[in-house]
Nanobody, 115 residues
């Protein structure tokens, strides 16, 4: 079993930065593909960034060049460094772990970008 707990959300001004963290439990972490998703009110959940168990990364076009996903397998942590934040980045951000067809989700952390 895998449990995921996000932290690091908050209120930030446009052009500011935040780093989200996701702490994982369980022995499966090292073989999980991990990702960050977000969901704004009235919108579908969307993929923001993914990092595979092998370290390959992929980003949504809307965040390329601004966000960076990373993982620390020894600490069972996944991070999302978000720079140059925009009001449209305001969402609840969710950590996701994927192993085959099985998906694990955290409870989400709110990110609000506003002046």
């Amino acid at each position: 079993q895998v449990q995921l707990v996000e932290s690091g959300g908050g209120l930030v001004q446009p052009a500011g930065s935040l780093r989200l963290s996701c702490a994982a439990s369980g022995s499966l972490f090292i073989i999980l593909d991990m990702g960050w998703y977000r969901q704004a009110p009235g919108k579908q959940r969307e993929s923001v960034a993914v990092i595979t168990s092998g370290g390959s990364t992929n980003y949504a076009d809307s965040v390329k060049g601004r966000f960076t996903i990373s993982r620390d397998n020894a600490k069972k942590m996944v991070y999302l460094q978000m720079n140059n934040l925009k009001p449209e980045d305001t969402s609840v951000y969710y950590c996701n772990g994927l192993l085959g067809s099985r998906a694990y989700w955290g409870q989400g952390t709110q990110v609000t970008v506003s002046s």
